[in-house]
């Protein structure tokens, strides 16, 4: 992988525009990635972690080797964190996740009253 196409970078800008987001508002720093990669990833700072100053909300990412790739997924990660704040999507997500945790538990005192 490359990276990103110039496509998506231009979405992203657009979404940043719209929802007022500037670039010297995110802090940005490289730091090492942890998980599979052997030597490479305790030499190479390839992950990225990104503040907003304004919202002070932060984001890690060290998906990919490649640091340009791991700045986009950052930023759009940021960037839907900042837009669920504004939006007031976080809560209904919440409550999904909530009632989603219940039925499992639900569905496993089943099975467990049934044997």
Known sequence: MTG?????LFDLEKR????????EDIE?????????????????????????????LSVKCGKSRSQRLNRFFALRRLIEKIEETMTGKDDKQLKKIKKQKQNRKRKTQKKLKAQ
């Open 28 to 56: 940005e720093k490289f730091i090492k990635a942890s998980g599979r990669g052997g030597q490479k990833v305790n030499k190479s700072s390839s992950a990225v972690f990104l503040k907003h100053k304004k919202t002070d």
């Open 16 to 23: 940043m525009n719209t929802l007022g987001i500037k670039k």
């Open 4 to 8: 990103p196409g110039k496509n998506k």
